[in-house]
């Protein structure tokens, strides 16, 4: 088999336009009052649409997110966690970051009894991420 010359450097300098943090839409988060304060309830709000960018090349970085939280007084309202998910759409952000940011946002909003996010991110060269991260209320 004959030996290709491939010309790599076409692809040097070649990046995707890349958003910084201060896209991400924190203040479009929103609540509603949960009705059954004192009783526990574990709330699960699965997603398979979340994507966000490599901060180094800006290709996508796609994952599978479960947020699961026991309610305290509030309950986030689920149109306006619809548009901050969606905010991180062109966020150059570490998986682990995005996975952390959304923890400590849902947990200045809700003031949760419990939080907890699972982010299965999409192997990327042969390699997956799965981040967990919880916050429990002293």
């Given at each position: 088999?004959?030996?290709?010359?491939?010309?790599?450097?076409?692809?040097?300098?070649?990046?995707?336009?890349?958003?910084?943090?201060?896209?991400?839409?924190?203040?479009?988060?929103?609540?509603?009052?949960?009705?059954?304060?004192?009783?526990?309830?574990?709330?699960?709000?699965?997603?398979?649409?979340?994507?966000?960018?490599?901060?180094?090349?800006?290709?996508?970085?796609?994952a599978d997110i479960i947020i699961s939280y026991i309610p305290n007084e509030?309950?986030?309202?689920?149109?306006?966690?619809?548009?901050?998910?969606?905010?991180?759409?062109?966020?150059?952000?570490?998986?682990?970051?995005?996975?952390?940011?959304?923890?400590?946002?849902?947990?200045?909003?809700?003031?949760?009894?419990?939080?907890?996010?699972?982010?299965?991110?999409?192997?990327?060269?042969?390699?997956?991420?799965?981040?967990?991260?919880?916050?429990?209320?002293?």
């Amino acid at each position: 088999m004959a030996k290709v010359e491939v010309n790599h450097q076409k692809y040097e300098g070649i990046r995707f336009d890349i958003e910084d943090e201060s896209v991400i839409l924190v203040d479009i988060l929103e609540t509603i009052p949960y009705e059954y304060v004192g009783k526990d309830t574990m709330v699960t709000i699965p997603t398979t649409e979340f994507t966000s960018v490599c901060p180094w090349s800006g290709l996508p970085d796609f994952a599978d997110i479960i947020i699961s939280y026991i309610p305290n007084e509030e309950l986030v309202e689920m149109k306006s966690l619809k548009y901050y998910l969606t905010s991180y759409r062109n966020v150059g952000i570490y998986q682990e970051h995005a996975t952390n940011k959304m923890k400590e946002d849902l947990v200045n909003l809700l003031k949760p009894k419990y939080l907890k996010i699972v982010a299965t991110w999409n192997a990327r060269g042969g390699l997956g991420t799965e981040v967990v991260v919880e916050y429990k209320q002293d």
